[in-house]
């Protein structure tokens, strides 16, 4: 409702709590019950199985593509975050710019080097989502910077862009990973979990990329100022929720059954 609303521009100072921004932090508590209950069922199966994975099972390796993936989430809600700031402050970001613009450089470094290693072991198409997530995290450099068309208003529309599109990156990257998975649904627990737990996100992820695509076609069309930003503010709310929620994923579908640790062990 926040998002999709046309409103008349709201004399309320950001971050005095607005009903749509409440909204929001209501329906994320109703996200972390039911992602909570699937975690829970999860750790339920691992307790009461003597070993884990199931006999048998070849799990989705944490390398390359989820890693790769994980960089471009998290890269998205750096962008997203500071979209909103400069919206708020009327594309001025003051030292915000130089954090960006560094913690960017940092996450394109890191699909560089990703991108480099998967294309050396023949993982060509995880390779590529590096590679071109690494050409929207200079232009969102360009962008923190100043560069070009990224000042005032452009700011924000050039931050908001590259979210939408390195969210829709991690969405082929799930996509592709699940197509060429060496388990499916009915292979095990193990397996059901897997993709119920990544599945819900990525739906979860889509309907983000709905609405911040909705905000940006707003934005476009001048409807947003920094009087006006409750919609923008919602679902940048709702993106840090979906990658705090993928970091959880990552460790614990990923990580601890692929990673070095479970490697040793």
Do not use: K
Request: glycine content about 12%; overall charge neutral.
């Amino acid at each position: 409702m926040a998002v999709a609303t046309v409103r008349p521009p709201i004399q309320q100072q950001y971050p005095n709590l607005h009903a749509g921004v409440m909204g929001m932090y209501i329906f994320l508590c109703s996200e972390v019950m039911f992602f909570g209950s699937l975690f829970a069922m999860y750790f339920y199966m691992v307790g009461s199985h003597t070993g884990w994975p199931p006999p048998g099972t070849r799990a989705v390796e944490v390398w390359p593509l989820p890693s790769i993936n994980t960089f471009v989430l998290l890269s998205s809600g750096i962008t997203c975050h500071f979209g909103l700031e400069a919206l708020r402050h009327g594309g001025a970001l003051g030292r915000g710019s130089l954090f960006g613009a560094v913690t960017m450089a940092l996450f394109g470094t890191a699909e560089l080097v990703c991108g480099v290693i998967a294309l050396t072991g023949g993982a060509v198409v995880d390779a590529g989502i590096a590679f071109v997530a690494l050409v929207v995290t200079v232009v969102s450099v360009a962008a923190f910077l100043g560069f070009g068309p990224f000042t005032g208003r452009g700011l924000f529309l050039g931050l908001w862009a590259c979210t939408i599109l390195l969210g829709l990156f991690f969405e082929f990257g799930q996509a592709y990973e699940f197509a060429t998975a060496h388990i499916n649904f009915t292979t095990n627990q193990f397996a059901s979990a897997f993709f119920t737990m990544t599945g819900f996100h990525g739906g979860h992820v889509a309907g983000g990329l709905v609405l911040l695509s909705l905000v940006f076609y707003r934005a476009l069309r001048g409807q947003f100022s920094a009087a006006n930003h409750v919609g923008p503010a919602a679902i940048t709310l709702y993106w840090h929720f979906v990658d705090l929620v993928w970091v959880f994923l990552y460790l614990v579908l990923y990580f601890a059954v692929t990673g070095p640790i479970a490697s040793s062990g």
